[in-house]
């Protein structure tokens, strides 16, 4: 029997979603809350890969269990058990060919800035003293909508088999006087594709770029061209569509 599990998580102490050698990840801590709980090996299959330090306000995983599960009792076990800073919402039965990854059709990012000192944004949104213009760097983020190829913003030597995505929605937005954010929609994302997709837009709104510089650099799919990755503590996984 499959199991949807639906959690979010602040990815400041974590190496990332995914299992790794050398650092605690998200998926790690789930596994082993997982395994202690039904009293058998399990193993998470996410939606996505979050980067080290990139948080989740919505994050889906699957599960394959043998014994039938209360989704309920076992989101609240979990929460007892996981530590503050992971959270679950839901454990629900899916059918058998339901996938976490492939299944998902749509995912959604945030990445947050703030152009004056803010003492409680520091730690979830990147702070910025230059000014920027926001009309064009949504005039260039328009752009990202006309094309299909993101060779630009992934990072370098990535083990990617494609670099093709479908970007439906890329666009700014003013939350509340001098706190921004950019929201992104696609299909998919590659490694690294959102920060540096950030961090070329905001050479637009700084005047190191043209519009018509930005759709060179879409174009030309050279990460060295494109500009530098933002920090990764501003960049949250908003949203995945089923």
Not at 118 to 146: G, I
Request: glycine content about 6%.
């Amino acid at each position: 029997m499959r199991y949807f599990i639906t959690l979010s998580y602040d990815g400041t102490r974590f190496h990332g979603w995914q299992v790794q050698p050398n650092g605690i990840s998200v998926q790690e801590e789930l596994d082993g809350a997982l395994s202690l709980l039904l009293r058998s090996e399990i193993h998470t299959t996410g939606a996505g890969r979050t980067d080290a330090g990139v948080h989740a306000r919505m994050m889906v995983a699957h599960f394959d269990c043998e014994q039938e599960i209360d989704g309920q009792q076992l989101a609240y076990k979990l929460n007892k058990l996981l530590k503050r800073d992971i959270a679950v919402q839901q454990v629900v039965r899916v059918a058998d060919d339901m996938h976490a990854r492939f299944s998902a059709k749509w995912r959604t990012y945030h990445y947050y800035i703030h152009t004056r000192k803010e003492p409680f944004l520091r730690h979830y949104s990147c702070e910025l003293h230059y000014p920027l213009d926001f009309q064009k760097m949504n005039e260039a983020a328009a752009l990202l909508l006309d094309y299909d190829d993101f060779g630009a913003f992934c990072k370098a030597h990535a083990d990617v088999k494609t670099t093709l995505c479908q970007v439906t929605k890329a666009e700014w937005k003013e939350s509340s006087p001098g706190v921004w954010y950019f929201e992104i929609t696609a299909n998919r994302f590659l490694r690294n594709m959102v920060r540096a997709v950030v961090g070329t837009l905001v050479d637009v709104g700084r005047g190191r770029l043209t519009i018509d510089d930005f759709q060179r650099v879409v174009e030309g799919k050279r990460r060295s061209d494109a500009g530098e990755s933002m920090p990764a503590n501003a960049l949250f996984l908003e949203r995945i569509d089923y």
